[in-house]
């Protein structure tokens, strides 16, 4: 789920089912109402045929696409490329129509008309590496995608488990971004892609500078990119899902740590999140407010963001149902809903 | 041809209840289609009526019924037949719906 970083009104949403497939909801009224992109219910449909919001294509026309070649299955066997459901979806800076998806088998799709129709960028899938690619535990899903802030052409992305991919062009083009990783479960550690990235933040007013949380290891790339090293530091653990920016001090960041990747929770069962603001290395655990005992959630990748009021509020959701709030960059926190599904994704909206 | 098959006629579908919700609709809805009446000509008909529905029920591109979904006509499992066999007169006659059903999956 995401809304438009200029008309906060528009919030696109993605559901999928293994009965219905794949579904594209979006709301023009700030999630009072929600319907699918050009075929509203009890309304006649904008075109004919009527728009396709649910449809993600891989493009394998001669003119843009790439042939669907095979990627590594788990057991290191190719496997065939299969739409399976979008992951995340990344509305344009200056331009709520036009927004971008990540889908499972990774590939990254967009749509210029407010999401009634999608167009698959083929040149990621494409530019090579692909056949050696392979799916996470959660799937091979593109689940970051972070557009930069100073050039409309650049977009970086994240896949599990192959790595971080930039453009500079706009999408037409890409390269892996993986150099400085070290993956101790693939056999070449330091391979150009296979690395399971878990999620990357930057923040806007500082584009180029890029905070990763790997499966294990907190990675940080002062080159957009180009050359990443660890900056786990003093963490008790450096495996989890999530990683922000303060919306501020672009030096301080958040990560939640996670026992391991055989145990999704908590060391010892204390929730508790991570600041540093150094930039990384050292580390600060901020416990006020968090349950400090018995509690066994995960924090998924999309489900912690950031608002811009005067002192950055923090935002993050469990696997438990709840969503705990800071509105004092993280010193003290309070749950401010606490029964809900497990949570996937958590968005912040600041309105006048 | 004898033109009386080319009069559409009233068929009944009885919708899943996440496809109701989309579509704004009851459980059953009512649809005009042309003889023979086929699943596909059903189905051309619900996504005709409710281009939301499209993509949900079968495939995009090869036209195949999703795997958690079921038709059924008359207590029978169509779920297999050809999508071109036709519907039994009941369901063309509008006495009986045709009954798409979500499989128990999940618990």
């Given at each position: ?58 493009d394998?026309?001669?003119?843009t696409?790439k042939?669907?070649?095979?990627h ?15 992951w995340h979806l990344e509305p344009l800076l200056s331009?709520?129509?036009t927004v971008y998806t990540g889908v499972?088998?990774a590939a990254l799709f967009r ?9 698959e960028l083929a040149g990621l899938r494409g530019h090579g590496t692909g056949p050696a690619w392979?799916?996470g535990?959660?799937?091979m899903c593109l689940h970051t995608i972070i557009l930069d802030t100073a050039n409309p052409d650049r977009i970086y992305i994240a896949i599990s488990a192959a790595g971080a991919f930039r453009t500079d062009d706009g999408g037409l083009t890409w390269k892996p971004i993986n150099k400085g990783l070290v993956s ?6 330091t391979a150009e892609v296979g690395h399971c990235v878990h999620h990357i933040a930057m923040n806007p007013s500082r584009p180029g500078v890029l905070f990763m949380q790997k499966h294990?290891d907190v990675m940080r790339s002062d080159d957009a990119g180009d050359n990443w090293h660890e900056i ?11 990683i922000d920016v303060?919306?501020?001090?672009p ?50 990748r999309d ?50 | ?107």
């Open positions: 789920m995401k809304g438009s970083p200029i008309d906060p009104n528009r919030i696109y949403a993605s559901q999928t089912s293994g009965w219905f497939g794949q579904l594209l909801q979006c709301s023009n009224d700030g999630g009072n109402t929600w319907e699918q992109p050009g075929v509203k219910p009890d309304e006649a449909p904008l075109s004919w045929p009527p728009a396709k919001s649910n449809r993600f294509l891989y394998l026309s001669p003119e696409g042939p669907l070649t095979t590594q299955w788990y057991d290191g066997t190719q496997h065939p490329w299969e739409f399976k459901r979008v331009d709520a129509e499972e088998d749509s210029t008309d407010g999401g009634k129709n999608w167009h392979q799916p535990a959660g799937g101790n479960m693939i056999p070449d550690p294990w786990s530091g003093n963490l008790p653990t450096d495996f989890g899902f999530v303060n919306a501020h001090e030096e301080t960041l958040y990560v939640v740590p996670i026992k391991s990747d055989s145990e999704h929770f908590p060391l010892e069962g204390k929730l508790r999140v991570y600041r540093s603001k150094t930039g990384g290395n050292e580390w600060e655990p901020l416990t006020k407010g968090l349950p400090q005992q018995d509690c066994y959630v995960n924090v998924l489900a912690m963001a950031v608002d811009s009021l005067d002192q950055c509020g923090v935002y993050f959701g469990t696997t438990g149902g709840q969503v705990y709030c800071s509105s004092d960059a993280g010193d003290n926190w309070q749950p401010i809903v606490h029964d809900l599904p497990a949570v996937l994704s958590v968005e912040v909206q600041t309105l006048a | 041809m004898n033109p009386s098959s080319l009069t559409p006629l009233t068929i009944r579908v009885i919708l899943p209840y996440h496809l109701r919700n989309l579509a704004h609709v009851g459980p059953e809805v009512a649809l005009q289609v042309v003889e023979p009446v086929t699943i596909r000509r059903v189905l051309d008909a619900i996504e005709t009526a409710y281009p939301m529905l499209r993509g949900t029920i079968r495939e995009y591109e090869t036209g195949q019924r999703r795997p958690f979904l079921r038709f059924f006509a008359c207590a029978e499992d169509w779920s297999l037949e050809s999508v071109d066999k036709s519907l039994p007169s009941a369901v063309s006659e509008g006495k009986e719906p045709l009954l798409i059903i979500g499989a128990i999956a999940g618990g």
